[in-house]
């Protein structure tokens, strides 16, 4: 095929804001996973599939097969739909303690 770029399960992106390596970031409609640490404005090589550990919000039990949203606001998924974006699902139970504040998450990089 001469118009095939590339298999599409990392980009790079522009960081919208300052990233660390396995932190989440939304680009327009794009969200993905920081390969490495960027800066604002810097290039960063983003997964767009896969499945991955998150910072979610804590008090928030979590089922498997739950819908999880990006909250750009507060960099942090949730379940909870209002005013945030929808991601992937949840592949593992998380508890609802303060503390659990990690998910995981299989991206769901299909638009």
Do not use: H
Request: charged share 15%; aromatic share 8%; proline share 3%.
């Amino acid at each position: 095929m001469k118009n095939y770029v590339q298999p599409g399960n990392t980009i790079t992106l522009t960081a919208p804001y300052a990233v660390a390596s396995g932190d989440g970031l939304f680009v327009g409609s794009i969200f993905g996973i920081a390969a490495g640490a960027a800066a604002l404005g810097e290039p960063v090589e983003t997964a767009l599939v896969g499945i991955f550990d998150i910072t979610k919000v804590g008090s928030q039990a979590w089922t498997v097969g739950a819908k999880v949203y990006w909250d750009d606001t507060n960099k942090r998924c949730t379940t909870v739909a209002t005013d945030n974006t929808l991601i992937g699902v949840a592949v593992e139970a998380v508890a609802s303690g303060a503390g659990d504040t990690i998910g995981r998450v299989r991206l769901n990089a299909a638009f």
